[in-house]
């Protein structure tokens, strides 16, 4: 989802029709968050906003339960009774005979399970078992309904408890109605239809504006290329539309989701970097040690009929044009340039060597003739020097040189190659370079794990911030 927030904006003129069609896509995904969290919630809204209830309890096929239902209007019937004739009277003992028989009644049917509220009961239980200091429902509400127990503790202050404690409980009871495919009913659809309507006729125009710009795409190509576009169409997976609402909320410019962005790119790329670079370092490494267990090097250095194919594209040994290369640049340009401290060197080297000869010391002491020596010295690594270099320069250039240099590299790739033909040898060569990739690896996925990715992503974002 983060990768498709970085689509290009929609163009100016028409931005504000992005911006209509993004707020009603923001509309129905507050709608759909709504239905979804709506039998949750229904208590808290029967409580505080009934004009909720009374109109979307007919969406989810919600009414009231008329086994709670007619328990309370037995109540109300009972609260009228003793305000007009007291408790004294045949009609109220009707009426608390009936109480009696309905509470039994609602403890042996649980009229709270059809809503899956059965925790409900139980809570209304508890309080009865409690307030009437009873071990069982039935004799509490037993106890509870009858004159002798109102005349005892006054009608007042019990018929009080219930309305507070009691009816809310049984008032937010309800029966859900169920269809033809044993499922609750749910007419959400019904609300959500424009929307989805109007949400196709706006990805057909959207996807045939952008196959018309590009000739070539075809129109099923600009569908594949909105494809979050679809989560708008689904009656079902409804909170997938997420995706589509945050994309259009981006693409109107009516909320910059660009540092969530930045931030949600910047954890996702340095975890999939960091294991994807320990895999890859790893593999490459574990592949090259089995490559030298299998002995695929030594075959490949010693069997030139098990090589693959090499592809030549300029008909030159690299390798040797690069070194003798190299050695052209050091005799053309490097030498004349160290030449000097060469000759330095040379007449460290050369009086240190006279400098051990009993005769040198004696010409040092004899005056006038004390400097030919360092003189002498001067000269000799002068002329060596520069006779070296001018050898060495005429030797380049000399074709027997050359032949006879091409010789040698021959002969020692061959001397090279039958000795590390040698069992001993080759075995020795192995096992340490086994070992040596071994430990490459080992140090690698640890200084991984201690620096981690997050040097790298801090130079990526100052580079792009230097480009931008």
Same mark, same amino acid.
């Given at each position: 989802?983060?990768?498709?927030?970085?689509?290009?904006?929609?163009?100016?003129?028409?931005?504000?029709?992005?911006?209509?069609?993004?707020?009603?896509?923001?509309?129905?995904?507050?709608?759909?968050?709504?239905?979804?969290?709506?039998?949750?919630?229904?208590?808290?809204?029967?409580?505080?906003?009934?004009?909720?209830?009374?109109?979307?309890?007919?969406?989810?096929?919600?009414?009231?339960?008329?086994?709670?239902?007619?328990?309370?209007?037995?109540?109300?019937?009972?609260?009228?009774?003793?305000?007009?004739?007291?408790?004294?009277?045949?009609?109220?003992?009707?009426?608390?005979?009936?109480?009696?028989?309905?509470?039994?009644?609602?403890?042996?049917?649980?009229?709270?399970?059809?809503?899956?509220?059965?925790?409900?009961?139980?809570?209304?239980?508890?309080?009865?078992?409690?307030?009437?200091?009873?071990?069982?429902?039935?004799?509490?509400?037993?106890?509870?309904?009858?004159?002798?127990?109102?005349?005892?503790?006054?009608?007042?202050?019990?018929?009080?408890?219930?309305?507070?404690?009691?009816?809310?409980?049984?008032?937010?009871?309800?029966?859900?109605?169920?269809?033809?495919?044993?499922?609750?009913?749910?007419?959400?659809?019904?609300?959500?239809?424009?929307?989805?309507?109007?949400?196709?006729?706006?990805?057909?125009?959207?996807?045939?504006?952008?196959?018309?710009?590009?000739?070539?795409?075809?129109?099923?190509?600009?569908?594949?290329?909105?494809?979050?576009?679809?989560?708008?169409?689904?009656?079902?997976?409804?909170?997938?539309?997420?995706?589509?609402?945050?994309?259009?909320?981006?693409?109107?410019?009516?909320?910059?989701?660009?540092?969530?962005?930045?931030?949600?790119?910047?954890?996702?790329?340095?975890?999939?970097?960091?294991?994807?670079?320990?895999?890859?370092?790893?593999?490459?490494?574990?592949?090259?040690?089995?490559?030298?267990?299998?002995?695929?090097?030594?075959?490949?250095?010693?069997?030139?009929?098990?090589?693959?194919?090499?592809?030549?594209?300029?008909?030159?040994?690299?390798?040797?044009?690069?070194?003798?290369? =190299?050695?052209? +640049?050091?005799?053309?340009?490097?030498?004349?340039?160290? #030449?000097?401290? !060469? @000759?330095?060197? *040379?007449?460290?080297?050369?009086?240190?060597?006279?400098?051990?000869?009993?005769?040198?010391?004696?010409?040092?002491?004899?005056?006038?003739?004390?400097?030919?020596?360092?003189?002498?010295?001067?000269?000799?690594?002068?002329?060596?020097?520069?006779?070296?270099?001018?050898?060495?320069?005429?030797?380049?250039?000399?074709?027997?040189?050359?032949?006879?240099?091409?010789?040698?590299?021959?002969?020692?790739?061959?001397?090279?190659?039958?000795?590390?033909?040698?069992?001993?040898?080759?075995?020795?060569?192995?096992?340490?370079?086994?070992?040596? =990739?071994?430990? +490459?690896?080992?140090?690698?996925?640890?200084?991984?794990? #201690?620096?981690? !990715? @997050?040097?790298? *992503?801090?130079?990526?974002?100052?580079?792009?911030?230097?480009?931008?």
């Amino acid at each position: 989802m983060t990768s498709t927030l970085t689509l290009k904006k929609s163009p100016r003129r028409f931005l504000w029709l992005q911006r209509i069609l993004a707020i009603i896509a923001l509309v129905n995904l507050l709608l759909v968050f709504f239905d979804l969290s709506y039998i949750h919630w229904r208590d808290f809204y029967f409580r505080h906003f009934p004009e909720v209830t009374q109109f979307y309890d007919q969406v989810k096929g919600i009414e009231p339960n008329r086994d709670t239902q007619n328990y309370l209007k037995q109540v109300n019937q009972l609260e009228a009774l003793v305000a007009a004739e007291g408790l004294q009277s045949p009609e109220v003992e009707t009426a608390l005979a009936e109480l009696r028989l309905l509470s039994n009644q609602m403890i042996e049917d649980n009229p709270f399970a059809i809503a899956n509220k059965s925790g409900l009961l139980e809570k209304i239980k508890n309080q009865m078992r409690d307030r009437l200091v009873q071990n069982s429902a039935h004799q509490a509400f037993n106890k509870f309904w009858s004159s002798e127990y109102f005349s005892q503790v006054g009608w007042s202050s019990e018929i009080n408890f219930f309305n507070s404690s009691i009816r809310p409980l049984l008032e937010t009871n309800y029966y859900r109605h169920i269809d033809i495919n044993s499922k609750f009913v749910d007419d959400f659809w019904k609300l959500d239809l424009p929307f989805i309507i109007l949400f196709a006729l706006d990805y057909l125009v959207r996807t045939f504006a952008i196959s018309s710009r590009d000739p070539n795409l075809t129109w099923l190509e600009a569908m594949l290329r909105r494809w979050y576009d679809l989560f708008l169409l689904l009656p079902f997976w409804r909170w997938l539309r997420v995706v589509p609402v945050l994309i259009r909320l981006n693409q109107s410019e009516l909320v910059d989701f660009k540092p969530f962005r930045s931030q949600i790119n910047r954890d996702f790329v340095a975890n999939f970097a960091q294991e994807m670079t320990e895999v890859v370092g790893i593999r490459m490494i574990d592949g090259m040690q089995n490559s030298i267990n299998r002995g695929d090097v030594a075959n490949w250095m010693f069997n030139s009929e098990s090589r693959r194919p090499y592809v030549d594209i300029n008909n030159i040994n690299e390798l040797r044009a690069i070194a003798s290369r =190299l050695i052209c +640049i050091s005799v053309y340009d490097v030498l004349p340039q160290v #030449q000097p401290d !060469v @000759e330095t060197l *040379l007449q460290y080297i050369i009086k240190s060597v006279l400098n051990q000869s009993p005769v040198y010391r004696q010409l040092q002491n004899i005056p006038g003739v004390n400097k030919v020596p360092n003189q002498l010295a001067e000269n000799l690594a002068k002329d060596i020097s520069q006779t070296s270099y001018k050898t060495l320069k005429a030797a380049l250039e000399d074709p027997e040189v050359a032949k006879l240099a091409s010789q040698l590299v021959t002969n020692f790739e061959k001397v090279l190659e039958e000795e590390l033909q040698k069992k001993h040898n080759f075995q020795e060569i192995e096992n340490l370079l086994i070992d040596m =990739l071994e430990e +490459i690896k080992i140090n690698y996925i640890k200084d991984i794990e #201690q620096e981690g !990715v @997050e040097k790298t *992503l801090d130079e990526s974002s100052q580079l792009r911030q230097i480009i931008q």
